[in-house]
């Protein structure tokens, strides 16, 4: 009797283990003693102040309503900016995304992305944290768990605990990145159904188009609903758990692995053409749907897995230019001595270098 108790105490771990484990998390597991010992060097985050991020379907209807609570409270507080430059941005929120559209063509492409990305993400959360009393941390979108029916899956289900549904379903077309998908009109369900979008947009390849910015720079007032254009038509050719696995194990240094990522048919393209549509759909205003961060912080969950493979040789690592357009338009190679300036998003400036790990520098964090 006993002996059986013991037994299956043993096995439902082990069980559970089997059933939810996906392959992404095998390679987790595998890195996490390199974390362990790196956090173990760390001069700024210690186990007792560490902070967990974990999967929108794995936290509990409480922490998404919390989550969601405070992604709404920042969109109320005012703006930092200058109202004479920066018309369009109302709100704290706003302010993030006028961030990301000022250095876009520096950001993307370059041997900062991966660093600026994982800065801005955290930046929100603090923000969330210290201006919104949130106390929980920035969840991830795992797209793997849900590649093959993003509107079905927890995050766009359009549920008070989603991070709202798909656009409406109108006629369209495409674009480069993304074949039209099942919504592209404006999202009417779930916690984000009244946001108002007001920045931009800057690309052009949405359709139907929004209307045009009053400003050129895109930084005017241009009030419109968030639209959405979900399908999972590019997740579940290029976004699947073997799609993440394959870009983890073949890359074998930080260029190949940040352009891989990058490329056409890579995870970071097919997260955002999935969510697609208004602003999601255009390089420089995507931040402004909410759903931006829970897919960057896959993004960066999907780097730090990488990193813990072969932690010592790949965490001081640099690769690519200063510019999208590479070395036109005054760019050069980037450096780890670089800065990261996000202005009215963070009041700290870092170099790269403090910013390669997730329990160093300013971040105390690890990926569940
Ligand atoms: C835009 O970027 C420039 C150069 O990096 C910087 O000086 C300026 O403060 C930025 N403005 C905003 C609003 O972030
Ligand atoms: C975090 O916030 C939630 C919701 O506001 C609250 O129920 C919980 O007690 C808080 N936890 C801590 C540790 O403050
Ligand atoms: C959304 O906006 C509509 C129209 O402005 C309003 O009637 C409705 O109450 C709003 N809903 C929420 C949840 O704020
Ligand atoms: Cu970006």
């Known amino acids: 009797m006993v002996r059986l108790f013991g037994f299956a105490l043993l096995a439902v771990p082990l069980l559970t283990g089997l059933v939810s484990g996906d392959a992404v998390k095998d390679l987790q597991d595998k890195g996490r003693a390199a974390l362990d010992a790196q956090l173990a060097k760390s001069k700024t985050c210690t186990k007792a ?3 967990v991020r974990r999967e929108w379907g794995d936290i509990s209807a409480a922490e998404k309503k919390a989550y969601i609570a405070a992604m709404l409270c920042i969109m109320e507080k005012p703006s930092k900016l200058d109202r004479t430059k920066f018309p369009g941005a109302k709100s704290r929120y706003d302010d993030f995304v006028v961030v990301h559209i000022n ?33 929980g941390t920035q969840p991830y979108w795992d ?41 592209g009109g404006c999202v009417e369900t779930g916690p984000f159904k009244n946001m108002t979008v007001r920045l931009g947009p800057l690309s052009v390849a949405i359709d139907p188009a929004p209307a045009r910015n ?22 579940s050719r290029y976004g699947r758990t073997q799609d993440i696995v394959n870009l983890i194990q073949n890359a074998r240094n930080i260029g190949t692995f940040q352009d891989t990522m990058q490329a056409t048919n890579g995870v970071h393209n097919t997260g955002h053409f999935t969510i697609a549509g208004d602003p999601g759909g255009d390089f420089y205003i995507s931040p ?16 730090s897995i990488w990193q813990t493979q072969d932690l010592s040789n790949r965490l001081q690592v640099i690769a ?3 510019s999208m357009m590479s070395f036109g338009f005054g760019g050069r190679m980037q450096s780890l001595e670089d800065p990261v300036d996000l202005g009215v998003a963070a009041s700290k400036v870092y170099k790269i270098k403090d ?4 329990v160093d520098g300013p971040f105390c964090y690890v990926y569940e």
Not at 119 to 131: H, K
Not at 215 to 220: I, L, N, P, Q, W
Request: with cysteine; proline share 5%; glycine share 12%.
């Open 49 to 51: 102040n560490l902070q």
């Open 103 to 135: 250095q876009t063509m520096s950001i993307h492409g370059t041997g900062s992305f991966l660093s600026w990305h994982r800065y801005y993400t955290w930046a929100l959360e603090q923000a969330l944290r210290n201006e919104c009393g949130y106390n």
């Open 143 to 183: 797209w793997g768990r849900w590649a093959a029916d993003p509107e079905k899956s927890p995050i766009f289900d359009g549920s008070e605990t989603s991070l709202s549904g798909n656009g409406k379903k109108v006629s369209h077309r495409g674009s480069a990145f993304a074949p039209a998908g099942n919504g």
């Open 214 to 235: 009053p400003r050129a720079d895109g930084y005017g007032d241009n009030p419109r609903c968030l639209r959405r254009d979900i399908s999972n038509q590019l997740s």
């Open 288 to 303: 402004n749907d909410p759903a931006f961060y829970v897919h960057h912080a896959m993004i960066d969950r999907t780097w």
């Open 320 to 322: 690519g230019g200063t």
């Open 355 to 358: 910013l390669v790990s997730t």
